[in-house]
């Protein structure tokens, strides 16, 4: 079956340091691949997201990029804001699935 | 304006009462979701349905029950609370049954049982 990995958090950084969250996916065919944020009392949100491989997704200065070769989806920012402290989940779509798997999430903690 | 909508956004209630949480999307979209958060914030598909239709019934309890008046809407009753119910639980919708596509997720519905 399909199945979103990615790396436990929390990630405490302090402001204007470069995030890395590393996520890896095992599906059936080609997946789409997202990445979802959450802040604090809310619900999730689509950060980014691509469709096929080399891929790049990219929002409010995050990116990610699809790799086939090495079946990941990292999402990186190279300068972090405390307003960016918040949930993210990474999460992969294929035709052998109704709904996508979501990863259990990496909580970043961003410090001023 | 707002996409997704739920309510109510917090419910404190005792153990054995009955209560549900109400979903409306006006998106146009065609299938909703019932997704629970726990505490370290995994979250788990509960339900889904496509014009309002079932199409996704996870190893839920038999004392949750979903409810689709139309394809706007999507209730979540739930019988007999347990402690172990306390969550927080979101309603999503898409535009189509497909894992390929983009879910728009409500603010959230956060249960408390006593």
């Known amino acids: 079956g399909n199945s979103v990995t990615q790396m436990e958090g929390p990630v405490t950084l302090s402001e204007e340091a470069f995030l890395t969250i590393n996520c890896t996916y095992t599906a059936t065919g080609y997946p789409s691949l997202f990445w979802y944020v959450q802040y604090p009392g809310e619900g999730l949100q689509l950060l980014l997201k691509a469709t096929k491989a080399d891929d790049k997704g990219s929002n409010k200065g995050f990116e990610a990029t699809y790799r086939k070769e090495t079946t990941s989806f990292h999402l990186e920012k190279g300068s972090v804001q405390v307003s960016d402290s918040a949930v993210y989940f990474c999460?992969?779509?294929?035709?052998?699935?109704?709904?996508?798997?979501f990863g259990r999430g990496t909580s970043l903690i961003v410090h001023p | 304006d707002t996409a997704v909508s739920q309510t109510p956004k917090y419910l404190v209630t005792q153990m054995g009462n009955d209560k549900s949480i109400k979903c409306e999307q006006n998106l146009g979209h065609d299938t909703m979701y019932w997704y629970k958060q726990d505490s370290k914030k995994f979250l788990k598909i509960m339900f889904s349905?496509?014009?309002?239709?079932?199409?996704i019934n996870e190893t839920v309890p038999n004392r949750f029950s979903p409810k689709s008046p139309d394809k706007a809407h999507l209730n979540l009753h739930i019988n007999s609370l347990e402690l172990g119910d306390s969550a927080v639980y979101f309603c999503a919708s898409s535009q189509a049954t497909s894992s390929y596509n983009e879910q728009f997720f409500g603010p959230g519905t956060r249960l408390t049982v006593l």
């Open positions: 349905y496509n014009n309002k239709e079932l199409i």
């Open positions: 999460a992969g779509g294929s035709g052998g699935s109704y709904i996508p798997t």
